[in-house]
Structures are given as C-alpha cells and as structure tokens.
C-alpha cells in the first residue's frame, strides 16, 4: 500500500482528496499548512506528496524547493490554479515532478500518482563546477566561489547548458533548441543579449572570462566540468 502526503489547507478539500485516495488503495495522511507539511515530509517516509501551491505559513513552492535542497526526492505532484501557467512552471523549476490543475477529475489524480510511483524516486542532479562556478540544477542556484550569483529562470538554462557543454563550441542554433524550443521563430540574437547579461553577472564582477566568443562559430565555456 503506497503512503501519500496530502498538504492542503481547504479542510474540505483535503477530507475530499482523502476519502478518494483511500478509495483507490492509498494510505493517506493530511497536513493543513505548510509547515506542517514540511515537518511530516522530512520527519516520516511517504511514497508520494500530493502539494497545494496556496498554503498558509510556507506556500507549496517553498515547501518543494526545501525537501529538494534537503535531498528529499519524494515524488511531488502539486496542484495548481485552473489557468495557471505560471504555476506550473514554477512548480516545475522548484523540483516538483507534476502538476494538475485544480478542479480536478479523482480518476485523473490517482493515474498521475501511480504514474510517479512506477517512476519512483528521482536522484538528486549532480552539481556542476567548472572554472570557478558552481551550478546546482536542482535548487537552480549559481555560485562563484562562495558568492552567489542570482540569475533569471532564462540565464540559469543558457548557462546550465553552457556549462554542460563545457570545453565545447555550441551554436547559437544548439541554445536556441536546447533552452527555447525547436519551434521557436524569434530573433537567434537573443542568444547574444542572454550570453551577455550572463557575462555582467558572472564575470565581470569577479574580473574573469567564463564565456568565449567563437566568432562565426558560436560560444565555449573554458575549462571542463
């Protein structure tokens, strides 16, 4: 019998989300706030964690973005707004493993469950160092040397790639796929603008050169990881 984590503060909800999973064979336990949701996640081995992203004391956000940063991999699907795009990408970039949007069908829920349970655990990414930086994929953090550097959603995944890539060329067509999307049919110099902002914050600062400019090749990141 698979143990879930219900943290929702609508006392109606949660008592609804409850009955339903038990009725489908979960064992299930329920914290109403965000902290407390926390302390049980930490405290107690769960299989799964149903997360509300609108709780009192921590929101859902900050609740998945801890047990991540304390290496609790627990499968996580939050539950969003109806339309709320936002949501589910931050969601996501917290660590989370799936969404649903509220209101939601019980069918629906304990397939996505179930789903996760056959996936399991995730591991915890590997942190990345290379030339002085340290990038953590997993709380999507960035440090040189010991100081941090804060980066948008956007710099963060044109560096990771960067970083991935290290000791390599890539095309600004290879970012553009790999940190876009392969129907993206903006401006390729976006790719220039994002490089250099990246080069304002990760380099210039400390007085040293990260990102190369190829010319007419595209970028290299020097040094290996």
Do not use: H
């Amino acid at each position: 019998m698979a143990r879930v984590l219900v943290i929702e503060d609508e006392k109606r909800v949660a008592a609804a989300v409850r009955r339903g999973l038990e009725a489908s064979g979960f064992a299930v336990d329920v914290a109403l706030d965000g902290n407390e949701g926390l302390w049980m996640a930490s405290e107690r081995d769960f299989d799964v964690i149903v997360l509300d992203v609108m709780l009192p004391g921590v929101n859902g956000y900050r609740v998945c973005e801890q047990l991540r940063d304390a290496g609790n991999w627990t499968p996580i699907l939050m539950l969003t707004a109806k339309n709320g795009e936002y949501d589910e990408a931050e969601a996501l970039d917290t660590g989370a493993d799936d969404f649903l949007r509220k209101p939601f069908s019980y069918v629906v829920l304990t397939a996505r469950l179930r789903a996760l349970l056959r996936r399991g655990a995730r591991e915890r990414p590997t942190v990345i160092e290379v030339a002085g930086l340290r990038l953590d994929p997993a709380s999507r953090r960035v440090w040189r040397d010991e100081t941090e550097v804060v980066l948008t959603s956007r710099e963060f995944s044109v560096l990771e790639f960067l970083l991935r890539r290290a000791g390599e060329v890539v095309t600004k067509t290879e970012i553009l796929e790999a940190v876009w999307d392969y129907e993206f049919e903006g401006d390729p110099n976006n790719v220039e603008v994002y490089v250099k902002r990246l080069r304002r914050k990760i380099d210039q600062p400390f007085g040293t050169t990260t990102i190369t400019t190829i010319r007419g090749a595209g970028y290299r990141v020097e040094g290996r990881p």
